[in-house]
């Protein structure tokens, strides 16, 4: 019974983390419900003991599914690409595969970690400052290998999982104000993208815990 239930998402409307799993349900056309998960209310609300049962790391997103809890977006969205393969978001050729996998943990790891709430927090005043450099630094090479990998999207013309960092990312970019001119490439395939239903059905502004005064 248990892995017949409707999936249930542990998400953020802003979280970035949160966005790659939204797009990834929507491209893959998975019904799920979401179980909103404020990081700044109450002290932030991932720190709860209820919330720590779901995910011992408190962090966002997570997913039950198929009677398990995961965490990690990337792990999340692999388990979805194994287990739902159609549309596919991982290239059959390896090489390309590969490509997704550097980009998406160029993102995931090289570039968000550093500027998420939790550094931002222990920054203090010059929160904008630390996220631009760090944004900034990680989107300089970034454009370079997109400059050699992209088609229509970050790896050759099919949307992959590498498409579902960049976005979110971009956003956040955006949010603290970071000069996107110096970056073609990533401000193309980012249009792009926007102009698809999963991405834009994924919105921060068009989520059940959107704040009204930020919803589209």
């Not at 599914?65 to 990337?74: N, R």
């Not at 931002?120 to 630094?137: N, P, S, V």
Request: with cysteine; proline share 8%.
């Amino acid at each position: 019974m248990e892995a017949s239930k409707k999936p249930i998402l542990y998400s953020y409307f802003r979280s970035s983390c949160s966005w790659r799993v939204r797009i990834a349900l929507a491209l893959k056309g998975i019904a799920y419900d979401q179980a909103p998960v404020n990081l700044v209310k109450d002290g932030g609300q991932q720190l709860s003991p209820e919330f720590r049962s779901v995910n011992p790391m408190q962090q966002i997103p997570a997913l039950k599914i198929d009677g398990v809890a995961l965490s990690q977006s990337l792990a999340i969205i692999e388990y979805l690409e194994e287990t739902r393969p159609n549309p596919r978001i991982l290239p059959q050729d390896p090489k390309k595969r590969a490509q997704v996998r550097m980009i998406s943990d160029h993102i995931a790891s090289g570039i968000q970690p550093l500027q998420n709430l939790n550094v931002l927090q222990q920054i203090g005043e010059k929160k904008q400052e630390w996220a631009q450099h760090c944004i900034t630094r990680g989107f300089e090479a970034l454009e370079q290998i997109l400059q050699e990998t992209s088609g229509c999207y970050c790896v050759g013309d099919e949307v992959s999982m590498a498409d579902l960092c960049l976005v979110p990312q971009v956003y956040n970019a955006e949010r603290f104000k970071v000069d996107l001119v110096p970056y073609p490439t990533i401000r193309r395939i980012n249009q792009a993208l926007l102009e698809l239903e999963a991405f834009q059905t994924s919105h921060p502004s068009r989520q059940p815990d959107t704040p009204p005064e930020m919803r589209a």
